[in-house]
Structure formats: C-alpha cells, structure tokens
C-alpha cells in the first residue's frame, strides 16, 4: 500500500491550510513540524526541535524562518513565509500571485511559483541526527536572491520565548557556519548557507500568535530572536543547503542531504506502512524504543506494547519487535511494566495495571509470527513473573480475589489507560476489576499455559488453565449485564459500573475470547451502535448522563472529556478483530472501515493517524497529530487479516 499528497496549496481555504500539518522524524526524538502554510500554529512547531539526551530532552531551537526572494528579472521583492500574529496572518497568503503546490511521501516539499519562476524548497531531519537540511532550488527561471532569517526560540519545547529572557547575543562565526549558544545549558546551535552569506542584524519578532495553543486554552505568545539574515544568488538548477544542527556540522550538506534521501528511499521502500510506522521508532544508542506520539509524548509502556505488533512485528521488522520486547521484559519489577519514561533523568514511572498484561500479547503476537523458539524460552519466565506477582498481590493493591479476577487500584491512581486526572480529581478511577484488565488477565493465563505445554512443562500447564477456567466462569457470571446486553465496564467494590465502553470490546478480540457467541453478537450491536465512528471508537455512549462530545478548552475541560466521549482511533484494532471473528461477512465490514479511516490521511497530520477526535460529529480530530498505537493497530489488522484495503492513496 503506497500513499503520497499532492495539494495546491492556494486552492484551500486558511482553516485548512492551518488545519493540516506535515511532519519530519529524525529516529533520535527530534523533527521538524508546521502547518502546511508554515505557519506554526502550536509550540511545537519548528524546523529544529532537537533532542539533548536523545530520544528526551528536546528543545525547540529554530522555531521559524523568514523567507523571501527577490527575482532578477524585475527586482521585486516577494514573501514566501507567513506569520500569525494574532489580528491576521501576514503577510496575507498568496497576495502576490503565488501558486505553491505540496508534496509529500518520504519528505515535505513545496514547489513555489511566481511569475515565470519556479523555487523548490525541499526538507529533511537527518537520521540519528539533531540536523535539519532545507533544500533550495531554482527549477525554472533564469536566477534569483534568496533571503532566510532563522527565528530562534531556544527553549524546552513544552515552554515559550519572551524578549524578556537573557538571551546571548554573541555569535561565533566557524569556518563555513555560524555557533551561537542562546542560553547556558542548552545545545549549541549551527546554522549554515551553503553559497551563501550572513548579515548580522540582531532583533527580536514579537508577539506570534499559535492559535492551537488558544484552543487549547494555554499560553499563546511568543517572542522569537534572530542573529541575522542569509541570502544566496540562486542559479538554474544549483542548490543551495540551509543548515540547523545541534550536532557537528556536516561537511558536505549537499552529499548528507542526498545521503538521507538514499536511506529513506531504500528503508521506506515507498510503502505506507513503512512511512507511517518509521516517526516512531528511535534506534539511539543501540536501545530501541517506541515514542508514543507526536508532539509531546515520551515512551510509553502500554502504547510500545500495543503499537509494537503493527508498526514492527507484521510490517517487516520482527527482528526489531524482539528487541524491543526483550528490552521490555528487562525492565520488570515486581511484576508491573512502567507506565512512561518521563523527560530528563527522573526514573521510569510503574503507575499501570495494564502494560505487563500486553507485554503478553505482544510476545503471543511476535510468537505467532516468527516461532522463534529461543525467544519463547526466554519470555516464559518474564511471563511467570508477572502472573506469580499478580496472583499474589503486588503494588497500587494489584492482586487476584478468590474468583479468579484481578483486582487493581487505589485512591488517587489511574492505573488503566483511561488515566486523565484534573488536579487531584482522577476522572475515570475505574478503582476494582476493569473488564479488558481481566480479560487481559485470562488471556496471560491461557497463552501462558500454552507456551508451558509447548515447552514440556506440562504440570505448571495443567494448572494454568484449571486456573484460567475459574477466572472464565466468574467473568461470564459476573461482568454480563442483562439489561444493556453487554458487559459491565468495571466491578468496583459499591457494586457494577454498567457505562458503555469500548474496553469491553477486549473480551472479544483478544486470543481467547471470554464470551460466548450470543452475548458477543449483542456487544457488537451496542458497540456499533453508540460507540462506532468513522475515527475510532467513542469512549463513553452518548447516551450516558457523564458524556462529553467535545474536546476542547483548558487543560481541566479537555482532561474532563478524554476518556468521557471522546472517540480514541486506536481502538480501531479491537473492533476489527471481533468483526472478523464474529461475523460471516467480518472481513468485508473490516475493509470498509479500515478504507474509510484512511480517508482521514490528511486531515490533521498528513499521511499519519493521531490520537483522538471528538465524540460528536463531525469527529474533529483533537490531541496529538501523530500516535504510536493508532498507526500501530491500523497496519496490524491490515496485514493480520491481510484486508484488501485500498492499495494506494494520492490525496489531492
């Protein structure tokens, strides 16, 4: 499946050329992002945002460029780049006549044409490397003055810049680039124009305005600074090379750009799958990991564990799904996963109940796939370790009752993956037996007890799955509800949570169901009746009193409505399962959902699949504009089922 975007820019109206954004990776935790007018619209957004202790610690350096040309032809001047500065955009998009079309596969670029010229601005982050190479070439018309201000905020990328800060004014000139160092502490930034030269002028650019940030009611100014201008005489057919690096600076960019075009063009092989899954996969130091989406998450155990088996184990690279795995069991400790890695050196956090359990899964699903023995008879005991910790009781009162089912939870942790908070208010507690936990539970049981048999242990085994009954027959007894025709969402201690959620949906599509095909056929009809949406799957019905159809607004509202109608994408995965398992014509229904997710391709990041939307219609996609577990699941059930999806997408 291959997928590419063509769009003429000056044919969108300014909410969509706002609205869509492009991304770069550069496999270490650093990119490059905008919106597809490059405008930035989110703190996040920049041309270098740069990884100090890669994949963590990331700084945004070069948070904007200031762009334009002169043409020889007439001597007139003509803005490329825009800016937001809260009352407008300026300068106004496409006054001068311009016609940008975009690109984008492997790499964003931007064909530029006035009058009878033709400018090709093309970017790369280099792999492993805190570099971003900006490509700029003169395809038609005879030669131009290219100018380009880099705009430099210099500051973690969760914060903003004011011309308030202290900011070091000094800059060093090397023997083809420039060495500033804004503030003690950060990276040392190089900045460099091949052909071309620098003109100090030191000044600040005030007030930007980032209009995701005001709609996600948060700050939403900043000042930016600028050492200086580069200009360069373009000629027909002879590149130019900016460069913004944090690293050593290359010696050749030319050969370094052409150098990263070669790789991706090999490793990405122009397949989608390949394109989507490669953002999140960070290889640094010979320790894989999974970021868990962009732009502002780390490594997340729960989502690696998920979004491994798609963007590894079916697409091509088990051999890195091993590592990762192996990596994961490495990191045990009584029998609990860590949530997330935080930024910075602080420890990994251990608040989850369910990440160890689909640790399981992905061993069953890289098993399944490879029959790697070796590996096999390496996981069994990881497995054993959580199971033993689990049964017995381990941390946040994690322990197994005397029906079989799991218990988890205290006050003040969210230890499911609905685990927003507002303060001290844990929004969704789900304090007691969730329902996917346990059946998560069943499942470690049973695949547990067949890796046992498979490895002649056939005493362990047979308890096991003794044991994996019991758990069977109190779920069926106890998590059925009659009056909704579904499961009941958690078993808390005051007694059954009926709401209508999508983790029900677990007990349906994981390896070993827990119900029988009636009740299945039923949950399938409540889930495809108030949960389903073209996006995802809402999580809360909307008839429920609790329900939240929008997410939107400060941090407090938003969080209240995460996990309370807003629909998540990567639960796609599940219901897909249980549709071809249940259904005579699963497969078919499965295509068709799947093709209409990917019609959502370039609706907020391109040629990727983000974290959530909202619960009402239109389903606005909301949060992070690149997820792990998202693209994870949709290339997993694609080529699980091999469903004869679309084979090639070119949006226009």
């Known amino acids: 499946m291959t997928c590419s975007i063509h769009i003429a820019l000056h044919h969108l109206s300014i909410r969509d050329l706002l609205g869509a954004e492009w991304l770069d990776t550069n496999g270490a935790g650093g990119w490059a992002s905008s919106s597809l007018l490059n405008c930035n619209t989110r703190r996040y957004h920049g041309y270098l945002i740069a990884a100090a202790g890669p994949p963590l610690q990331r700084f945004n350096m070069v948070a904007d460029l200031e762009e ?69 070439l003169l395809q038609e018309g005879t030669s131009l003055q290219l100018h380009i201000r880099p705009l430099i905020a210099a ?25 500033v160092q804004p503030f003690p502490g950060l990276p040392v930034l190089r900045m460099g124009l091949t052909d071309g030269a620098f003109h100090p002028d030191a000044c600040w650019y005030f007030h930007l305005h980032y209009a995701q940030e005001t709609e996600r009611g948060m700050d939403d100014r900043e000042d930016l600074f600028s050492y200086g201008i580069w200009t360069a005489h373009l000629q027909k057919g002879e590149p130019v090379y900016l460069v913004l690096t944090t690293d050593a600076y ?7 750009f052409a150098a990263e075009i070669r790789r991706r063009e090999q490793a990405l092989a122009n397949s989608f799958s390949n394109d989507a899954a490669h953002h999140f996969l960070i290889h640094q130091q010979h320790v894989p990991a999974i970021l868990a989406g962009y732009p502002w998450f780390t490594e997340w155990g729960r989502d690696t564990l998920i979004a491994v088996n798609g ?39 251990y608040n989850t109940v369910d990440a160890a359990l689909w640790f399981v899964i992905a061993v069953h699903h890289y098993w399944q796939l490879t029959h790697d023995e070796d590996f096999l008879r390496e996981m069994i005991p990881a497995v054993q ?34 685990d927003a908070r507002t303060g001290d208010r844990v929004v969704t507690p789900r304090i007691g037996m969730p329902v ?62 009926a709401s209508v959620r999508p983790n029900q949906l677990f007990a349906l599509s994981l390896p070993y169901p827990l119900v029988e095909i009636p009740q299945a056929l039923h949950i399938l009809q409540v889930v495809r009746e108030k949960l389903y949406t073209p996006k995802g799957l809402r999580s809360l019905a909307p008839d429920d009193p609790a329900y939240q159809g929008i997410y939107a607004g400060p941090p407090e509202q938003r969080d209240a409505a ?54 009402d219609s239109p389903h606005l996609p909301r949060g992070c504009i690149a997820q792990a577990w998202s693209v994870g699941e949709l ?3 694609i080529k699980q089922y091999q469903l004869p999806v679309q084979s090639s997408f070119c949006i226009t």
């Open 311 to 349: 963007l590894c184990t079916y697409n091509g690279n088990p051999k890195l799904a091993r590592q990762i795995i192996t990596q994961y069991a490495h990191q045990l400790a009584a029998g609990m996963l860590p949530n997330f890695f935080p930024d910075g050196a602080q420890e990994p956090c």
């Open 385 to 418: 370790d959580i199971w033993k910790h689990y049964r017995q009781g381990t941390r946040y009162q994690i322990h197994e009752t005397e029906s079989g089912l799991l218990f988890a939870g205290e006050d003040g942790w969210q230890l499911t993956w609905m």
């Open 562 to 615: 995460y996990h309370q109608g807003t629909v998540w994408l990567y639960l796609i995965g599940a219901y897909v399962d249980a549709l071809i398992r249940y259904l005579p014509e699963g497969k078919l229904q499965a295509t068709l959902v799947m093709n209409r997710l990917l019609t959502t391709l370039a609706e907020q990041g391109l040629l990727t699949l983000g974290e959530i939307a909202d619960g």
């Open 436 to 497: 996917e936990v346990n059946a998560l539970w069943y499942n470690l049981k049973c695949l547990l007890a067949e890796w046992l048999y498979h490895t002649n242990q056939h005493q362990e085994a047979q308890h096991l799955v003794i044991d994996a009954e019991r758990t069977l027959q109190s779920f069926r007894t106890l998590f059925w509800n009659p009056a909704g025709q579904c499961l009941h969402d958690v078993l808390t201690p005051e007694g059954p949570d």
């Open 155 to 179: 500051r973690d990328y969760h914060a903003l810049q004011h011309a308030s800060a202290p900011i070091q004014q000094a800059a060093e000139w090397q023997a083809d680039h420039l060495k």
């Open 68 to 136: 334009s040309m002169t043409l020889s032809s007439s001597s007139s001047k003509y803005l490329l780049s825009c800016h937001d500065y809260g009352d407008g955009l300026f300068p106004a998009p496409f006054s001068a006549g311009q016609a940008v079309f975009f690109h984008l596969r492997h790499y964003p670029e931007w064909r530029i044409h006035v009058q009878d010229v033709v400018l090709v601005k093309t970017l790369i982050t280099v792999h492993q490397r805190q570099t971003t190479i900006i490509r700029y």
């Open 635 to 637: 290339i997993r059930v």
């Open 250 to 256: 290359p010696e050749n960019p030319a050969e370094s």
